[in-house]
């Protein structure tokens, strides 16, 4: 259960400073009555205080990073990522009572807690249920369920793949997955459930109601849609298809799970020739205005990997990411992002303003909002 973050600043009679409950842990003890306050009291006092505002410049550049595991844990803790990806060798040799107690320690580590996050798609891609002391079964791919029982397949199979995933502390799966193809032949096909525009759209919407339902967030991908382009793995992907095919075909999974209630769209390293020629989605200021703008979503923005091959040969990634309006960096090389990034703001590349409007989202949508 992600603790719920309220920032105060209440001038009391024994001048108590700025109270950071939940989310954010204090130092601080105060002896008198008054901290004996429930949160929700505290929170009526500066309702209108954003997270934003209680933290330092290095912990809100912090917070705009998903970081993934490494050896160096201690380390990456100390600055407060906003979260922390785990792939499959995160869970090798551990029980569910171990990763428990993994992730829990990441959790106290921190000032704020993060999002653990996870790629549970099924099929190709497991990072939990390939494990045989975490799941009975490894999760097989969308279209496996499609094929056996329909949409009610996938709610099942969703429904007990969030049970699973909450019960060891995840609350982030990058999932599901939006993009539209047909054709076997297409890099992203295994991982998509292989239907027509529509109906992904109706999948997508009830993955992402099943997930809200069981209390783990959703975070759709791959925005603006992958379409039957290369692997960002290995390479740049160029897109060269009309706006129009966006709007009539890929964006329709988006905007379904959007309405449904997504938590999270993920976007990916292909160029989209028809809003930016030069730059890549995930740093291209005119995919996230679409997002924004045209779709109307007020979540989260996800990159994809930064690590990815796709991103090899563009200077100040990091700095391009926030920029063109991404909440969160998905990072393997956490050091050279968060300094990269923290220079930015205090040279002033990077607005302040800006930094705080994707720490204000990040920590309200922890504390449900």
Same mark, same amino acid.
């Given at each position: 259960?992600?603790?719920? *973050?309220?920032?105060?600043?209440?001038?009391?009679?024994?001048?108590?400073?700025?109270?950071?409950?939940?989310?954010? /842990?204090?130092?601080?003890?105060?002896?008198? %009555?008054?901290?004996?306050?429930? +949160?929700?009291?505290?929170?009526?006092?500066?309702?209108?205080?954003?997270? !934003?505002?209680?933290? %330092? *410049?290095?912990?809100?550049?912090?917070?705009?990073?998903?970081?993934?595991?490494?050896?160096?844990?201690?380390?990456?803790?100390?600055?407060?990522?906003?979260?922390?990806? =785990?792939?499959?060798?995160?869970?090798?040799?551990?029980? $569910?009572?171990?990763?428990?107690?993994?992730?829990?320690?990441?959790?106290?580590?921190?000032?704020?807690?993060?999002?653990?996050?996870?790629?549970?798609?099924?099929?190709?891609?497991?990072?939990?249920?390939?494990?045989?002391?975490?799941?009975?079964?490894?999760?097989?791919?969308?279209?496996?369920?499609?094929?056996?029982?329909?949409?009610? &397949?996938?709610?099942?199979?969703?429904?007990?793949?969030? /049970?699973?995933? +909450?019960?060891?502390?995840?609350?982030?799966?990058?999932?599901?997955?939006?993009?539209? %193809?047909?054709?076997?032949?297409?890099?992203?096909?295994?991982?998509?459930?292989?239907?027509?525009?529509?109906?992904? &759209?109706?999948?997508?919407?009830?993955?992402?109601?099943?997930? /809200?339902?069981?209390?783990?967030?959703?975070? =759709?991908?791959?925005?603006?849609?992958?379409?039957?382009?290369?692997? +960002?793995?290995?390479?740049?992907?160029?897109?060269?298809?009309?706006?129009?095919?966006? $709007?009539?075909?890929?964006?329709?999974?988006?905007?379904?799970?959007?309405?449904?209630? !997504?938590?999270?769209?993920?976007?990916?390293?292909?160029?989209?020739?028809?809003?930016?020629?030069?730059?890549? !989605?995930?740093?291209?200021?005119?995919?996230?205005?679409?997002?924004?703008?045209?779709?109307?979503?007020?979540?989260?923005?996800?990159?994809?990997?930064?690590?990815?091959?796709?991103?090899?040969?563009?200077?100040?990634?990091?700095?391009?990411?926030?920029?063109?309006?991404?909440?969160?960096?998905?990072?393997?090389?956490?050091?050279?992002?968060?300094?990269?990034?923290?220079?930015?703001? $205090?040279?002033?590349?990077?607005?302040?303003?800006?930094?705080? !409007?994707?720490?204000?989202?990040?920590?309200? /949508?922890?504390?449900?909002?």
């Amino acid at each position: 259960m992600l603790k719920k *973050l309220i920032s105060v600043f209440a001038v009391l009679s024994l001048s108590v400073f700025a109270l950071s409950a939940c989310g954010i /842990k204090s130092d601080n003890t105060v002896s008198d %009555t008054k901290s004996s306050q429930t +949160t929700e009291e505290i929170a009526t006092l500066n309702p209108d205080v954003e997270p !934003a505002d209680s933290m %330092t *410049l290095e912990e809100k550049v912090g917070q705009i990073f998903m970081v993934r595991c490494s050896e160096n844990m201690d380390e990456i803790l100390k600055k407060n990522p906003g979260a922390i990806i =785990m792939f499959s060798n995160d869970f090798d040799d551990l029980s $569910k009572e171990q990763v428990k107690a993994k992730i829990d320690g990441y959790k106290s580590a921190m000032r704020v807690e993060p999002y653990i996050a996870v790629d549970e798609e099924g099929g190709t891609v497991v990072r939990v249920s390939n494990h045989k002391a975490l799941s009975p079964n490894k999760y097989e791919s969308p279209q496996h369920y499609y094929k056996q029982g329909g949409i009610p &397949a996938i709610i099942e199979i969703e429904t007990e793949k969030a /049970k699973l995933l +909450t019960s060891l502390g995840i609350s982030m799966n990058l999932a599901p997955v939006a993009d539209i %193809t047909t054709n076997p032949e297409d890099f992203i096909y295994d991982r998509s459930i292989g239907l027509d525009p529509q109906s992904t &759209a109706d999948y997508v919407a009830d993955v992402v109601k099943v997930m /809200k339902k069981n209390n783990i967030l959703s975070c =759709m991908k791959h925005f603006p849609g992958y379409g039957s382009n290369v692997d +960002t793995h290995t390479g740049i992907a160029v897109d060269e298809r009309p706006l129009s095919q966006f $709007k009539e075909n890929d964006f329709l999974p988006f905007e379904s799970g959007i309405n449904a209630g !997504a938590d999270a769209i993920l976007v990916s390293h292909n160029i989209i020739t028809c809003v930016d020629e030069t730059q890549p !989605a995930s740093i291209s200021p005119a995919i996230h205005e679409i997002i924004r703008n045209d779709l109307g979503f007020t979540g989260l923005i996800l990159t994809d990997d930064m690590s990815m091959g796709a991103m090899a040969n563009y200077g100040t990634p990091y700095v391009k990411a926030v920029l063109a309006g991404n909440d969160m960096i998905i990072v393997s090389d956490f050091d050279t992002a968060y300094n990269e990034v923290l220079n930015a703001v $205090k040279n002033g590349t990077i607005p302040e303003e800006t930094l705080n !409007a994707a720490v204000n989202r990040i920590v309200n /949508k922890k504390n449900g909002k």
